[in-house]
């Protein structure tokens, strides 16, 4: 049997290698077409609402690029997140960061449960500047307690090819992970 994955996007820019990785190797994903796979967004850790939207728009442009309709789960509660994830800011990055993508990619399995997926993935796993083993583990749990498959990746070779194709093509670019923390962390989760 064949998957139908969901590619959870951090932004565009880290999602322009992924994108064409899955188009151009669906084998690899088990996926029969092109249409077995959609990307969802989902990302209530960004700050601020001006960054938040901005990156959700941009991603909208490229989906539209592509022919591809995304799926937007448009959630902003700062407060909520940052309440919670500033409990973990004190036991350290890695925790801080733990609780980012969990209350994030907890999201993504739930929804991917409730709507026919077989698998999914994240654009998370493409960042050099993430914590790659914390993310492994984390949807390792969720596609556990989800009954979905982590279909996992690591797409960090494709980072660069990626940032470059992305700044070709006129999207915007970020500078920092997303979060209130990370802003004041040099723009990279640490």
Same mark, same amino acid.
């Given at each position: 049997?064949? =998957?139908?994955l969901l590619i959870h996007a951090c932004c565009a820019p880290c999602l322009v290698a992924v994108f064409d990785d899955v188009n151009e190797n669906l084998e690899k994903y088990n996926?029969?077409?092109?249409?077995?796979? =959609?990307v969802i967004w989902y990302n209530i850790n960004i700050h601020p609402k001006t960054e938040y939207e901005k990156r959700k728009e941009t991603l909208k442009e490229y989906l539209a690029m592509n022919n591809k309709e995304g799926i937007f789960l448009d959630e902003y509660n700062l407060l909520s997140w940052?309440?919670?994830?500033?409990?973990?800011k004190e036991e350290g990055y890695n925790m801080r960061c733990e609780y980012c993508y969990t209350s994030r990619l907890e999201k993504v399995?739930? &929804?991917a449960k409730d709507n026919g997926y077989t698998s999914v993935t994240t654009t998370l796993l493409i960042s050099p &500047?993430?914590?790659?083993d914390v993310i492994i583990s984390v949807c390792e749990k969720l596609a556990a307690k989800y009954g979905v498959k982590f279909a996992y990746e690591d797409f960090r070779p494709l980072f660069w090819? +990626?940032?470059?194709?992305?700044? =070709?093509? +006129?999207? &915007?670019?970020?500078? &920092?992970?997303g979060c209130?923390?990370?802003? =004041?962390? +040099? +723009?990279k989760s640490k």
């Open positions: 049997m064949k =998957d139908k996926l029969e077409s092109k249409s077995d796979f =959609d940052a309440k919670h994830a500033v409990n973990h399995f739930e &929804y &500047y993430q914590k790659h090819p +990626g940032q470059h194709k992305a700044k =070709d093509l +006129g999207l &915007y670019r970020q500078k &920092y992970c209130i923390f990370s802003i =004041d962390e +040099g +723009g």
